[in-house]
């Protein structure tokens, strides 16, 4: 499903240059559940952003179920996003003007589903996550680890093939955190993909597989 090759990409900062990802090599099939561990800095958020299709590498080759990402045009890379991918982002990107409901549904919308399925859906989720009673709160009117629930909701309702998940118990206390990946297990269960990053090593092992990044570069110990 994902191919990556020797993906490289910098970021120039004055004079200063940091290789975000070096050579990174890394495959996952259909169905899996991979980690990846790593501290911060490592590259985990930059790769995230490489496998999602928001940014293209300075080299190497990434082919996504056959298609050559680098060779994409922006209008199809938000095609295939669309299609394919789930995100939960490291700081949730949520729209600030819209409340709880509207976050949930405004995928869905965009998905295709009516407005009533879509309502249904995004309340459904929302009490999944246990924020029942907090619908109508905007991100602003709520805590840090609601918002990431929040998040969670919008990703998992829209069950998308592959879900990519950065840190999504990063603002949770760890009964809470334990339910999320539950339900990401549950996703996992019913054949879609997971791959999780994270800096938590117990986090990780949840997980089937594992991979390192440290300094950009993957170690994957299970291959
Ligand atoms: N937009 C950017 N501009 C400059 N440097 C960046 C940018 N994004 C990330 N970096 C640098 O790239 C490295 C990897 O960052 P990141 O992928 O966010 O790591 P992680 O998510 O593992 O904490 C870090 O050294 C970070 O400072
Ligand atoms: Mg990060």
Known sequence: MIRMKDISKKYVMGDTEVKAL???SFNVEKGEFVSIVGPSG???????????CLDVPDDGEY??????????????LAHIRNKKIGFVFQNFNLLSKLN???NVEVPLLYK???AKQSKELAYDYLEKVGLKGREKHTPKELSGGQQQRVAIARALACEPQIMLADEPTGALDQKTGM???EM???MNGRGQTIILITHDV???KQGKRSVSIIDGRIIDETR
Do not use: F, Q, R
């Open 22 to 24: 070096d050579d990174v």
């Open 42 to 52: 490592s590259g985990k958020s930059t790769l995230m952003n490489m496998l999602g």
């Open 63 to 76: 082919l996504l179920d056959g298609i050559d990402i680098n060779n994409s045009t922006d209008a199809e």
């Open 100 to 102: 709880a409901i509207e």
């Open 112 to 114: 295709g589903l009516s």
């Open 179 to 181: 339910g999320i990946m």
């Open 184 to 186: 990401l297990k549950d």
């Open 202 to 204: 117990n986090i990780a």
